[in-house]
């Protein structure tokens, strides 16, 4: 089981930006896929960003709505995994999660692909 830390959320204006990191434990962390969901009030948790693959290659794939301003990093030295969000927009408010699963999936973009979550961390967008 992968424990998951997510900090640096937080209340930011209109087109500010943010970077949430994601701090896993493990000793196999260059293997894990990693992702970051997010889940506004009222709505359904949302796939956001996910980095898979292995030491010899990772992936990355976005929603469609975070193209361009969303990039999601790895660093396998701190086991960490990061998300930089830019233009940030009053619709990305949510509670952002990570998560993970140890196997080096290319692509994972479904909450069941991944068995471990972090707590959440609120991200508040004003307008």
């Known amino acids: 089981q992968v424990q998951l830390v997510e900090s640096g959320g937080g209340l930011v204006q209109a087109g500010g930006s943010l970077r949430l990191s994601c701090a896993a434990s493990?000793?196999?962390?260059?293997?894990?896929?990693m992702g970051w969901f997010r889940q506004a009030p009222g709505k359904e948790r949302e796939f956001v960003a996910s980095?898979?693959?292995?030491?010899?290659?990772?992936?990355?794939y976005y929603t469609d709505s975070v193209k361009g301003r969303f990039t999601i990093s790895r660093d396998n030295t701190k086991n960490t995994v990061y998300l930089r969000m830019t233009i940030l927009e009053p619709e990305d408010t949510a509670v952002y999660y990570c998560?993970?699963?140890?196997?080096?999936?290319?692509?994972?973009?479904?909450?069941?692909?991944?068995?471990?979550w972090g707590q959440g961390t609120q991200v508040t967008v004003s307008s």
């Open positions: 493990g000793r196999t962390f260059s293997r894990y896929a």
């Open positions: 980095n898979g693959g292995s030491t010899s290659g990772y992936r990355t």
């Open positions: 998560a993970a699963v140890d196997l080096p999936f290319l692509l994972a973009v479904r909450s069941s692909d991944y068995t471990d």
